[in-house]
Structures are given as structure tokens and as C-alpha cells.
């Protein structure tokens, strides 16, 4: 098995069986630092198991997960567990289950634009407002890898381009690599360099330009998808190959050790 060089975490022909059903079927996958990996496939696809899985919170049935030593990891779950009926301030929700002084909070908070609610109810917040409180929770950890299900859930087209533009602005900004799960295929493709189409397996993965072409996406999200992101993604083309993995054998890994690359800046 090779390594995959400088990658903050890999999975390398990680199934997960549940139930009887083969929920991930032998999935390749890797980030590196500074990169925004996506993510995206149909409900029921798998997305959100591999997410935990990656982060060591699901135990996969086989092959093998490796993170970088002592990777610091920033997360923000699909779901929140949050009681909407127990009294809970944002400031007290920053420091749940981590340390953090009233600078270190504010810092946080005003990097992803939401300090003037610190005192703020948490069961009062909007949609687009919470999911910048849990984001500016998951930088306090000052994370090497960023994960993120479904970021811009519960939020208006508007708020959704800002999210995903504060989501760019933080990759720069801390040189993070980013893991991002998304139904919004259109935004998607305009702000990740990497995209894994995911139905169980990985049916397709590359370049957004080179995987919005792929026959495999067409076949998960139907041609008109393709058609319609096409404006969004024709000045992000990176120049990189899509890999259809459909009909092979997938004993194989991502990013090196399966079919070759041309081209791929990975």
C-alpha cells in the first residue's frame, strides 16, 4: 500500500457493513493541507457514515483509515445535538467541550462574522447564524483538517454563497484541509479542487470540471445537473482528470496507487 503523500487523513478500501447492506464499498479518499475535498452523491449514499468513519467515530468493517500524528481535527455534525429547550448562550456553547478564553471566543466568532451574538441564545439563532457559531467552535481547536457535513443546511440560497465564500476565505486563511459534505452541487463545484462522487462506492471522482463531464455523474444526478452547473464551474476548471471508477475491481487507492493521474495536482 503506498503512502499518500503529505495527506492529513486517508482511507484506503474502507467498507462498512450494517444490517446485512454494504453501506461503503471499498472507498478510496484522501486531503491534504489547504485543499477543499467534496463530498457528494445521492441520500442514503454513504456521505455521512464515511465522514464518521474518518474520524474514528464508526468502527469500518474493513480496510484501513490513516490520520496524520496528532492531527488536530474541527468538526461540524450533519445534526447538532443541541436541546433546544435547555437555556444555552452561545458563548457557553463555545466552550461545551473545550477550554477557551473570552479573546480566543471572540477571535472565533468574528472571523466568521457572527462576535455580535455571543451572548446570544443559541435556540434563537437562524439557520445560517448557528452554522457559523458551530464553525467558529470547530477553529477554536485551530484544526489542521476541517470537516464539514452539510455546512449550508437550513440556510437561503444568499446565506449559502456567503457560507461557502467564508468557507474559501478560511482555507486560506489557515491553510487547512477541508472535508466537506454537500447536496449543493452547483456551489459545490465552484469552490471545491477535489470532488468524490460517492453512491456507496466512489463512482467517479477528479476535478469539478472533469467530474460534472463524467458519464458516472450524469448517471447519479441526471445530464440536466451537468447542464445546469456548467456556468458556475468554467472558470474553476483546474485541469483535473475525473477517474470513472465504475466496472473495476476497487482494489485500488486514492490518489497514487490506483489508475494514473495525468495531470492531477494531487
Same mark, same amino acid.
Given at each position: 500500500?503506498?503512502?499518500?503523500?503529505?495527506?492529513?487523513?486517508?482511507?484506503?478500501?474502507?467498507?462498512?457493513?450494517?444490517?446485512?447492506?454494504?453501506?461503503?464499498?471499498?472507498?478510496?479518499?484522501?486531503?491534504?493541507?489547504?485543499?477543499?475535498?467534496?463530498?457528494?452523491?445521492?441520500?442514503?449514499?454513504?456521505?455521512?457514515?464515511?465522514?464518521?468513519?474518518?474520524?474514528?467515530?464508526?468502527?469500518?468493517?474493513?480496510?484501513?483509515?490513516?490520520?496524520?500524528?496528532?492531527?488536530?481535527?474541527?468538526?461540524?455534525?450533519?445534526?447538532?445535538?443541541?436541546?433546544?429547550?435547555?437555556?444555552?448562550?452561545?458563548?457557553?456553547?463555545? =466552550?461545551?467541550?473545550?477550554?477557551?478564553?473570552?479573546?480566543?471566543? =471572540?477571535?472565533?466568532?468574528?472571523?466568521?462574522?457572527?462576535?455580535?451574538?455571543?451572548?446570544?441564545?443559541?435556540?434563537?439563532?437562524?439557520?445560517?447564524?448557528?452554522?457559523?457559531?458551530?464553525?467558529?467552535?470547530?477553529?477554536?481547536?485551530?484544526?489542521?483538517?476541517?470537516?464539514?457535513?452539510?455546512?449550508?443546511?437550513?440556510?437561503?440560497?444568499?446565506?449559502?454563497?456567503?457560507?461557502?465564500?467564508?468557507?474559501?476565505?478560511?482555507?486560506?486563511?489557515?491553510?487547512?484541509?477541508?472535508?466537506?459534505?454537500?447536496?449543493?452541487?452547483?456551489?459545490?463545484?465552484?469552490?471545491?479542487?477535489?470532488?468524490?462522487?460517492?453512491?456507496?462506492?466512489?463512482?467517479?471522482?477528479?476535478?469539478?470540471?472533469?467530474?460534472?463531464?463524467?458519464?458516472?455523474?450524469?448517471?447519479?444526478?441526471?445530464?440536466?445537473?451537468?447542464?445546469?452547473?456548467?456556468?458556475?464551474?468554467?472558470?474553476?476548471?483546474?485541469?483535473?482528470?475525473?477517474?470513472?471508477?465504475?466496472?473495476?475491481?476497487?482494489?485500488?487507492?486514492?490518489?497514487?496507487?490506483?489508475?494514473?493521474?495525468?495531470?492531477?495536482?494531487?
Amino acid at each position: 500500500m503506498l503512502k499518500v503523500n503529505n495527506a492529513l487523513v486517508t482511507a484506503h478500501d474502507v467498507s462498512l457493513k450494517a444490517g446485512g447492506r454494504l453501506i461503503l464499498d471499498r472507498v478510496n479518499l484522501a486531503v491534504r493541507p489547504g485543499e477543499i475535498v467534496t463530498i457528494i452523491g445521492p441520500n442514503g449514499a454513504g456521505k455521512s457514515t464515511l465522514v464518521k468513519v474518518l474520524l474514528g467515530l464508526v468502527p469500518q468493517t474493513s480496510g484501513k483509515v490513516e490520520k496524520q500524528a496528532g492531527l488536530r481535527i474541527g468538526y461540524v455534525p450533519q445534526r447538532f445535538p443541541i436541546a433546544m429547550n435547555v437555556p444555552l448562550s452561545v458563548r457557553r456553547l463555545m =466552550t461545551l467541550t473545550l477550554a477557551a478564553n473570552d479573546a480566543e471566543i =471572540t477571535k472565533a466568532l468574528d472571523e466568521t462574522g457572527v462576535a455580535h451574538l455571543v451572548d446570544a441564545w443559541v435556540a434563537d439563532l437562524s439557520g445560517g447564524e448557528l452554522q457559523r457559531v458551530l464553525l467558529a467552535r470547530a477553529l477554536l481547536r485551530r484544526p489542521q483538517l476541517l470537516v464539514l457535513d452539510e455546512p449550508v443546511q437550513a440556510v437561503d440560497f444568499h446565506g449559502e454563497v456567503k457560507l461557502y465564500e467564508l468557507i474559501s476565505a478560511i482555507r486560506k486563511a489557515h491553510g487547512c484541509g477541508i472535508l466537506m459534505v454537500s447536496h449543493d452541487l452547483h456551489m459545490v463545484m465552484a469552490e471545491s479542487d477535489h470532488v468524490v462522487c460517492l453512491n456507496s462506492h466512489v463512482c467517479c471522482e477528479g476535478g469539478p470540471t472533469a467530474v460534472q463531464k463524467d458519464p458516472e455523474f450524469a448517471k447519479l444526478f441526471g445530464p440536466a445537473a451537468a447542464r445546469m452547473i456548467a456556468a458556475y464551474t468554467h472558470h474553476h476548471d483546474h485541469d483535473h482528470e475525473s477517474h470513472s471508477h465504475e466496472g473495476h475491481d476497487h482494489a485500488h487507492d486514492h490518489h497514487g496507487h490506483h489508475h494514473h493521474h495525468p495531470g492531477h495536482r494531487h
